[in-house]
């Protein structure tokens, strides 16, 4: 059974830094993209980034643009989600989503292509 599992939220001061994790499970092959998205109380979910397994690559909403890294490690089981210069406006449930499998050198935040979604992790930027 195809899972994901993010943590790491919490509360951080404006201009500080967070990690999000998103372990990927029941995977039998290593090619799939990860999506971060988030969703602030009243607005639509945004998707903020994405990461392919294949090749690492990875696209960022121009909104957390040059602010905001995601990454994978070398064993392929976990994606993260760096944040950083965190504004207040960052407040968010986050969500990292799979989509898989996927053998792709590219990756979108289109929420329609992502089948498996964790439960989200709140974050919570305020001083």
């Known amino acids: 059974q195809v899972q994901v599992v993010e943590s790491g939220g919490g509360l951080v001061q404006p201009g500080g830094s967070l990690r999000l994790s998103c372990v990927p499970s029941?995977?039998?092959?290593?090619?799939?993209?990860i999506g971060w998205f988030r969703q602030a109380p009243g607005k639509l979910r945004e998707g903020v980034g994405c990461?392919?397994?294949?090749?690492?690559?990875?696209h960022y909403a121009d909104s957390v643009k040059g602010r905001f890294t995601v990454s994978g490690d070398d064993a392929k089981t976990m994606v993260y989600l760096q944040m950083d210069s965190l504004k207040p406006e960052d407040t968010a449930v986050y969500s990292c989503?799979?989509?898989?499998?996927?053998?792709?050198?590219?990756?979108?935040?289109?929420?329609?292509?992502?089948?498996?979604w964790g439960q989200g992790t709140q974050v919570t930027v305020s001083s």
């Open positions: 989503a799979a989509r898989y499998p996927w053998y792709g050198s590219d990756c979108s935040v289109e929420e329609y292509e992502y089948r498996y």
């Open positions: 029941g995977f039998t092959m290593d090619y799939y993209a």
């Open positions: 990461f392919s397994s294949r090749d690492g690559f990875a």
